[in-house]
T-cell receptor, first 116, second 110 residues
Framework: EAQVTQNPRYLITVTGKKLTVTCSQN?????MSWYRQDPGLGLRQIYY???????DKGDVPEGYKVSRKEKRNFPLILESPSPNQTSLYFC???????????????FGDGTRLSIL | SQQGEEDPQALSIQEGENATMNCSYK?????LQWYRQNSGRGLVHLIL?????REKHSGRLRVTLDTSKKSSSLLITASRAADTASYFC??????????FGAGTRLFVKA
């Protein structure tokens, strides 16, 4: 089954304790992306990756890091989490861009992070 | 804000009625996509419409795009209780960023 898998699904942690949210897709997609969803703000893009070793900032990259060492994995790293990073996070993937634009994205089920 | 603006923010209708949601944006686009999100779940892609297209259909869904007005609409005909969800438009401007609107929450009463 084609899917995007995020782990963990839920995490409560404390300020400053480094954490990693993993994301894996089994569709051989080139493009992967991380979003955060906050009430009233919709989804905001944190980072995206167009292929292995190619990443770029979205609209809200501060406080986050990513890496793309393998095509299927795109972990999101919070080196020193703070309470304002409490949010619902989604990973998504899609085939490479066509006609210069992104294609429909497949989303994971989300990771709810609470930073105390 | 770079985000698209959707309206209404919330919509409550009876089963069988049509639901229309609108999305406006500020800069030119290459394509615009509509997604559905059931409560607490990931988004599911519904329809992609390219900037040179004016209308697309998929089952009970109809999407229109007016690039001169920088707006798009999603029409769900003969709505069902199972259509209750949040609906988002997302646009690509030719780069590789994706910009989502804040969404419309649709509630369909049985």
């Amino acid at each position: 089954e084609a899917q995007v898998t995020q782990n963990p699904r839920y995490l409560i942690t404390v300020t400053g304790k480094k954490l990693t949210v993993t994301c894996s897709q089994n569709m051989n997609h080139e493009y992967m992306s991380w979003y955060r969803q906050d009430p009233g703000l919709g989804l905001r893009q944190i980072y995206y990756s167009m292929n292995v070793e190619v990443t770029d900032k979205g609209d809200v990259p501060e406080g986050y890091k990513v890496s793309r060492k393998e095509k299927r994995n795109f972990p999101l790293i919070l080196e020193s989490p703070s309470p304002n990073q409490t949010s619902l996070y989604f990973c998504a993937s899609s085939p490479g861009p066509r006609d210069g634009s992104n294609q429909p994205q497949h989303f994971g089920d989300g990771t709810r992070l609470s930073i105390l | 804000s770079q985000q698209g603006e959707e309206d209404p923010q919330a919509l409550s209708i009876q089963e069988g009625e049509n639901a229309t949601m609108n999305c406006s944006y500020k800069t030119s686009i290459n394509n615009l996509q509509w997604y559905r999100q059931n409560s607490g779940r990931g988004l599911v892609h519904l329809i992609l419409i390219r900037s040179n297209e004016r209308e697309k259909h998929s089952g009970r869904l109809r999407v229109t795009l007016d690039t001169s007005k920088k707006s798009s609409s999603l029409l769900i005909t003969a709505s069902r209780a199972a259509d209750t969800a949040s609906y988002f438009c997302a646009r690509n401007t030719g780069g590789f960023k994706t910009i989502f609107g804040a969404g419309t929450r649709l509630f369909v009463k049985a």
